[in-house]
């Protein structure tokens, strides 16, 4: 989770009115945030798949750990 006092000063960098409800401001920034990093991780365990087909049983391991990862947060 990213702290309210940041979320509003990247707001303010962007010229983004915080005049909205601080609330709605930092659920929307954790969602942009959660969302950013399931990406990162199926891009983390897309190489480690193309490391597996290439015959490491290490990379698959890998993979299905950052996959698994994402699925308990």
């Known amino acids: 989770m990213?702290?309210?006092d940041e979320i509003i000063s990247m707001a303010q960098e962007c010229h983004v009115p915080v005049d909205w409800r601080?609330?709605?401001l930092v659920r929307f920034a954790n969602l942009v945030a959660a969302?950013?990093?399931a990406i990162e991780r199926e891009?983390?365990?897309e190489?480690?798949?193309k490391a597996s087909?290439?015959?490491s049983n290490?990379?698959?391991m890998i993979a299905k750990a950052i996959r698994v990862r994402?699925?308990?947060s």
Do not use: L, M, S, W
Request: hydrophobic residues 40%; charged residues 15%.
């Open 70 to 72: 994402g699925d308990q």
């Open 43 to 45: 891009a983390c365990a």
């Open 35 to 37: 969302r950013a990093a």
């Open 2 to 4: 990213i702290p309210t």
């Open 47 to 49: 190489v480690c798949d």
């Open 58 to 60: 290490t990379a698959y």
């Open 53 to 55: 087909e290439a015959g």
């Open 22 to 24: 601080v609330n709605n």
